[in-house]
């Protein structure tokens, strides 16, 4: 069965400031894994995803996530906040048929 | 086009009354099928999945069920909505890239 575990529930920034969200998964084969960024009363988005090959994935809205093996990690970057950003955001784990989703971190920038 | 549709937005219901909610996708031939529960400060939480038409996977004991009367169609029911039924109900459709989402059904049991 794969998890997946978010590091904090709410992360506040400042405009322009790095935006650090943290995601540990578990799975015993070989998982997608995806970031969504939700705004309120909307459906998921996806920002990112990662499934085989480069480690280092880039996504829209100036978002980024690394894959780690060795740390069982994926954690969303974007080097400069804005107030756009403000939103939640889902890491996933995809195994076989099943989208299985995190807690959630919702962000908060500060002008 | 590809696309997936969910409705209806907005629902309240009062305690004891029915539910149906349904998804619909365009474009596609078997599509992988997927509910999901969003509760007030909660993440989201996999209700059912559905990879084929009569074939339904329930990942949690609850008063709700679903049935895929037709390959693009997956519907979300209950007989009695409870009021822990509340929340953000999402459909949502497998594809070979990934998962795409419904703008879901905000239901509110009163």
């Known amino acids: 069965a794969q998890s997946v575990t978010q590091l904090g529930s709410h992360v506040s920034v400042s405009e322009g400031a790095l935006v650090l969200l943290r995601c540990n998964y578990s799975s015993s084969v070989p998982p997608y894994l995806f970031w969504y960024v939700q705004y309120p009363n909307q459906g998921l988005q996806l920002l990112l995803k990662y499934t085989t090959g480069a480690t280092l994935v880039k996504g829209i809205n100036g978002f980024e996530a690394e894959f780690k093996k060795s740390e069982t990690s994926f954690h969303l970057t974007k080097p400069s906040a804005h107030m756009s950003d403000a939103a939640e955001y889902f890491c996933?784990?995809?195994?076989?048929?099943?989208?299985?989703f995190g807690a959630g971190t919702t962000v908060t920038v500060r002008a | 086009s590809q696309t997936i549709h969910q409705w209806p937005a907005t629902l309240v219901q009062p305690v004891g009354s029915p539910l149906s909610l349904e998804c619909t996708v365009e474009g596609t031939s078997n599509p992988n099928l997927y509910w999901y529960r969003q509760a007030a400060g909660r993440g989201l939480q996999l209700l059912f999945y559905s990879v084929g038409i009569g074939q339904i996977s329930s990942e949690v004991p609850q008063n709700l069920s679903a049935s895929r009367p037709q390959d693009r169609q997956f519907i979300l029911s209950s007989k009695k909505l409870l009021l822990s039924d509340s929340g953000f109900y999402l459909c949502?459709?497998?594809?070979?890239?990934?998962?795409?989402f419904g703008s879901g059904t905000r239901l509110t049991v009163v």
């Open positions: 949502a459709w497998r594809r070979s890239w990934g998962y795409t």
């Open positions: 996933a784990v995809s195994v076989e048929y099943k989208l299985s």
